[in-house]
Antibody, heavy 118, light 112 residues
Framework: QVQLVESGGGVVQPGRSLRLSCAAS????????MHWVRQAPGKGLEWVAV????????YYADSVKGRFTISRDNSKNTLFLQMNSLRADDTAVYYC???????????WGQGTLVAVSS | DIVMTQSPDSLAVSLGERATINCKSS????????????LAWYQQKPGQPPKLLIY???MRESGVPDRFSGSGSGTDFTLTITSLQAEDVAVYYC?????????FGQGTRLEI
C-alpha cells in the first residue's frame, strides 16, 4: 500500500544538526514532488520545503531558508531534510508529503518529532 | 505570500446537524489557464497526520463520505459537513497550492 515513513527525529541541542529521512513505497516516488510540513506542539501546519519530482528545483519557507536543505534519492525512494543551526522554534512534528505536480498533498507520512532543547 | 484565514477558530455542532467552516485567501487562487481553484481541505485527528478531504475546492477525495462537500471560488471557500457524526471531531485546515510558499489556514477545531 501507499506509505511514507519518516525517521531521524529526536532531541537535539540548539545550534546542532539533524537529518530526517522519509522512505516511500507503494507509489511512483519519482513522479511526485515531495514536501516537508511541520507542526509545532498544539499549533497548526507550516509548510517547510519542496523538491520537484526530479530534484531540479527546491523552495523553502523563509523561516528555514539557509539552514535547511531538502534532497531526494529517487533510486532509493527516499526524501531527506538536512536541518542545521537548529533553534527552539524548530521544535515540531515533521511530516513528509507527496504531491503530483502543483497539486494537493497526498500521501502523508505519520511524522517524526524533532525537539530542540538544551 | 497568500494568507489563508479560517473562521471560526472553533465550532461546536450537535450530532446530525450541519457544520460550516469558511476559508478566505488574501488573493485569488483561481488559475485563469484552467479555471481551477487551487484549494484543498484536510482533516486532522489527534496524533494523526492530516487527511485529504477535498481538492480543486470542490472535488471529494476517493473514500471520503459524501456528507463532506466543498464550495467557493476565487478567495472565498466553504467546507460543509452535513449530518455530523462523532468521528468527524477533528481540526480542519484549508490549504492553497496556487503558489509557493504553500500556505495553510490556522485550523478550525470541530467539536460535538
Amino acid at each position: 500500500q501507499v506509505q511514507l515513513v519518516e525517521s531521524g527525529g529526536g532531541v537535539v541541542q540548539p545550534g546542532r544538526s539533524l537529518r530526517l529521512s522519509c522512505a516511500a513505497s507503494g507509489f511512483t516516488f519519482s513522479s511526485y514532488g515531495m514536501h516537508w510540513v511541520r507542526q509545532a506542539p498544539g499549533k497548526g501546519l507550516e509548510w517547510v520545503a519542496v523538491i520537484w519530482y526530479d530534484g531540479s528545483n527546491k523552495y523553502y519557507a523563509d523561516s528555514v531558508k539557509g539552514r535547511f536543505t531538502i534532497s531526494r534519492d529517487n533510486s532509493k525512494n527516499t526524501l531527506f531534510l538536512q536541518m542545521n543551526s537548529l533553534r527552539a522554534d524548530d521544535t515540531a512534528v515533521y511530516y513528509c508529503a507527496g504531491a503530483l505536480g502543483d497539486m494537493w498533498f497526498d500521501p502523508w507520512g505519520q511524522g517524526t518529532l524533532v525537539a530542540v532543547s538544551s | 505570500d497568500i494568507v489563508m484565514t479560517q473562521s471560526p477558530d472553533s465550532l461546536a455542532v450537535s450530532l446530525g446537524e450541519r457544520a460550516t467552516i469558511n476559508c478566505k485567501s488574501s488573493q485569488s487562487v483561481l488559475h485563469s489557464s484552467n479555471t481551477k481553484n487551487y484549494l484543498a481541505w484536510y482533516q486532522q485527528k489527534p496524533g494523526q497526520p492530516p487527511k485529504l478531504l477535498i481538492y480543486w475546492a470542490s472535488m471529494r477525495e476517493s473514500g471520503v463520505p459524501d456528507r463532506f462537500s466543498g464550495s467557493g471560488s476565487g478567495t472565498d471557500f466553504t467546507l460543509t459537513i452535513t449530518s455530523l457524526q462523532a468521528e468527524d471531531v477533528a481540526v480542519y485546515y484549508c490549504q492553497q497550492y496556487y503558489s509557493t510558499p504553500i500556505t495553510f489556514g490556522q485550523g478550525t477545531r470541530l467539536e460535538i
